[in-house]
């Protein structure tokens, strides 16, 4: 079966900074990637996808995500955080449905 | 004005009590999920039923019964509840099941409905 591997549980981070949350997938011919959002005490919310070409995703709030291939990883990326980006995350691939992984508590601190 | 929706938004209850979860969506979707939340925030699929039909029905006790009266609805009941059961769970809806070439079935879910078993 399809699965994700989050390697990180939790990523503490400042305010302004970089961050890379790290996702790997179990290898496949065909794969279908996403990265959801869990703020507090909330839904989950669809940040991007990858269903086939650019490797390079852009999602909402300025997300971003790279398929690449050759790792097995599909990494989420943000230039520059906010403290309303405290929140989990979740990497999932499709398999017959979603299937998640441990999610990455991401903090925001000033 | 919301996608989808579940209620109760907290539930607690005893040992052994029966209790059910509503949830519906005005998304026009064909297909629902139910998702079990773990204190360790791991998700994982339960059910999924596409135009009213149980089409994914993972390892989980018989004690757990999902019905969908509609494609707008998917009730979970729950039987003898146990402690284990202490969980969030999630609805979720998608336009159908599984991919079909370039067309997005971005899953959208539910806000939840946290289940205490005492």
């Known amino acids: 079966a399809q699965s994700v591997t989050q390697l990180d549980s939790q990523v503490p981070v400042f305010e302004e900074a970089p961050v890379e949350l790290r996702c790997n997938y179990s290898?496949?011919?065909?794969?279908?990637l996403f990265w959801y959002v869990q703020y507090p005490n909330q839904g989950l919310q669809l940040l991007l996808k990858?269903?086939?070409?650019?490797?390079l995703v852009k999602g909402i709030n300025g997300f971003e995500a790279e398929f690449n291939k050759s790792q097995t990883s599909f990494h989420l990326r943000k230039p520059s955080v906010h403290i309303s980006d405290t929140a989990e995350y979740f990497c999932?691939?499709?398999?017959?449905?979603?299937?998640f992984g441990k999610g990455t508590s991401l903090l925001v601190t000033p | 004005d919301t996608a989808v929706s579940q209620t109760p938004k907290y539930l607690v209850t005893q040992m052994g009590n029966d209790k059910s979860i509503k949830c519906e969506q005005n998304?026009?979707?064909?297909?629902m999920y139910w998702y079990k939340q773990d204190s360790k925030k791991f998700l994982k699929i339960m059910f999924s039923?596409?135009?009213?039909?149980?089409?994914i029905n993972e390892t989980v006790p018989n004690r757990f019964s999902p019905k969908s009266p509609d494609k707008a609805h998917l009730n979970l009941h729950i039987n003898s509840l146990e402690l284990g059961d202490s969980a969030v769970y999630f609805c979720?809806?998608?336009?159908?099941?599984?991919?079909?070439?370039?067309?997005?079935?971005?899953?959208?879910f539910g806000p939840g409905t946290r289940l205490t078993v005492l």
């Open positions: 039923y596409n135009n009213k039909e149980l089409i």
């Open positions: 979720a809806s998608s336009h159908s099941w599984g991919l079909a070439g370039d067309r997005t079935d971005t899953q959208y």
């Open positions: 999932a691939v499709w398999g017959y449905a979603l299937n």
């Open positions: 290898s496949s011919v065909s794969v279908y």
């Open positions: 998304l026009g979707h064909d297909t």
């Open positions: 990858y269903l086939s070409g650019s490797t």
